[in-house]
């Protein structure tokens, strides 16, 4: 493990007999290193270093983000940051739409309690706001620390986890599903989310998928590993090539319901949405401690912190299915603490609105349509060309 409880490469993939194969995977990790430094390097700094208008200021335009616009005039939009330079995504598609008033609401997808990282937020904000002066960013942080420490540099932020925005449509109990597992781990293919901190359950069912953390012959070292844990041990995604396949969200559930308690085992993140699924799907949670706000909707009567030790984490879960606790109550309960804090949302949206200039009467009713949704992934260029696409249709011009 590093110092952070995470795994090295070499333990996420297990032992490797061959030399040569090990020598593969070693050298494909160090070029999919290389060239992911490069790319993280570029996006975190290029934004910040073209001018503002020329022919060199859109060359991050290909920058990949998620947007959602929640009103178009005015111009109101979510989206989530994160990364050593959170605004990098947030300057490629603001200087697309520079000439038109805007709120984005700025959703942390890691963890901003960081030092480092939020001493460059502070500058970057004061010079986002001096470029950019028809421009308003509003944090809506998973924490109260996270909330006080962007505030701290300057920031304009409010407490609102982002486990709001989990569908409890797709996410719940299921009738006559029998459980088979202990336990089910959502956690994609990463040395943060530490699988191997759930190898002593004695039946467990994972849900992963790579995102290109590790080259594809790491992903498959990795998916060889799971599956030679145990014969009580699966992947519920399918195997193709040897690659985890993926899952639709209604799978997902019901995955979820074929287990007896939904494990968070990182150290820290951010929210981590498979928290809030799995107790909308009536389940109890063990996790670890952790960074990024995912133990908010928490109860000590359903959710258990557990050391980071595999014999801990087995112990927990044993504690949580000999309490019992009906699928229906667990999830009730999360939605009353849910539907509360999405009320003052909506309410803080509302007034938002009205500030803005807008003459629509305030929001009646939750305005977000669910994470899969709010998560549209483009480029800045996309997104900025269907928002001014959309304004010139809306005024018929």
Known sequence: M???GHETFEEMVGPIGSVLERLWLMTAR?????????????????????PLSGPLSHLDGGIWLAVYVLNHDPLLIYTPVGGARPLNSIVAIGRRLASRRAVFLLMPSWTLERPHVVAKLGRDLAWYRENFPLHEL????????ERRLVAAVGGTAIFSNHNLMVSEDIF???????????AVYNGRISHT???????????????????????????RAFIRRLQAQSPLHRIANPIINGLTGWLAPQEVNRVYNQAAVGLCLSAAEGAMCSSMEYLMAGLPVVSTPSLGGRDVFFDPDY???????????????ETLRHRAIPSEEIRNRTLAKVRAQRQELTIFLSDLLKRLGSSQPPLSQWPFPGTRTLRRWATARQHAHEIMASRVARNGS
Do not use: M, W
């Open 2 to 4: 590093d110092r952070d």
């Open 30 to 50: 160090h070029a999919s290193q290389q060239l992911d430094g490069l790319k993280v390097l570029a996006a975190k700094r290029l934004p910040f270093a073209l």
């Open 138 to 145: 509003i944090f809506l942080c998973n924490t109260q620390e």
């Open 172 to 182: 719940r109990p299921l009738p006559g599903v029998p459980v088979e597992f202990d």
């Open 193 to 219: 989310k530490r699988h191997y901190l759930a190898f002593d359950i004695e039946r467990l069912v994972h849900i992963t998928f790579s995102i290109g953390e590790l080259p594809r012959a790491g992903d």
């Open 303 to 317: 959710c258990i912190i557990a050391e980071p030790d595999p014999a801990a984490i087995r112990r927990a879960v």
